[in-house]
């Protein structure tokens, strides 16, 4: 089954916009979040993350903001770029378990 | 940053051929993670591996998968036999530790098509 869910499953703005990344998840045992940005040909790279403890992460453009008793957190990218144009990856982990991944967003900001 | 570094890039094999993946992880990391990707959708979790062991492993790792790392090496998914459904881009990763925020790296992948 499906622990973490991403919406939408794409998404174009256009440049200087703030992108809007939706996720959410099932396990409450999960307590750490981390966001990934994929270009095509990469591997995944870590944008930034956030702890459960926590209800909102920046750093710089880039925010989380999480809401625990909803299980739902979401990535707003401020001013979006082009070379923001990748797929981001919500991803959440407990303990020494591992890293589940969500579906991702595609994202494309157009100039 | 730190970089794992995965050989080769692209592999294109038989079916039924035996393939081995490798993955150099980040120097002073101790846990490694293979995934699989299909079509640059979800990554999807195989395996696990700390102190020599599989800490934990997902339905995707079928019997005809292995990893080790012999000796401070590589760290291996060998697949033996190779199937059609094998052909995806195998990401590395590698963390420092097993805590709840030890982010991990990941590689650039190896694409492997089974023809």
């Known amino acids: 089954q499906q622990q973490v869910r991403q919406s939408p499953q794409s998404l174009t703005v256009w440049e200087g916009e703030t992108a809007i990344l939706n996720c959410s998840y099932e396990n409450s045992a999960f307590d750490y979040f981390p966001w990934y940005q994929q270009f095509p040909g990469e591997g995944p790279a870590l944008l930034i993350s956030i702890l459960s403890v926590s209800d909102k992460k920046e750093d710089g453009r880039f925010t989380i903001f999480f809401n625990k008793r909803e299980k739902k957190l979401s990535l707003h990218i401020a001013d979006s770029q082009p070379g923001d144009s990748a797929t981001y990856f919500c991803?959440?982990?407990?303990?020494?378990?591992?890293?589940?991944f969500g579906s991702g967003t595609r994202l494309l900001v157009s100039p | 940053g730190p970089k794992v570094l995965q050989i080769p890039s692209h592999q294109i094999i038989d079916m039924g051929q035996m393939v081995t993946l490798n993955c150099d992880p980040v120097?002073?990391?101790?846990?490694f993670y293979w995934y699989k990707q299909i079509l640059g959708q979800q990554m999807e979790f195989l395996v696990n591996f700390y102190n020599g062991k599989v800490m934990e492993k997902s339905k995707l790792f079928k019997d005809q998968f292995s990893v080790e790392r012999p000796d401070g090496s590589y760290f291996t998914l060998k697949i033996q036999p190779t199937a059609l459904e094998d052909s995806a881009v195998y990401f590395c990763?590698?963390?420092?530790?097993?805590?709840?925020?030890?982010?991990?790296?990941f590689g650039s992948g190896t694409r492997l098509l089974v023809i």
């Open positions: 120097s002073n990391h101790l846990y």
């Open positions: 991803a959440a982990k407990t303990g020494g378990y591992k890293v589940v």
């Open positions: 990763a590698s963390s420092l530790d097993g805590t709840a925020n030890s982010d991990y790296t």
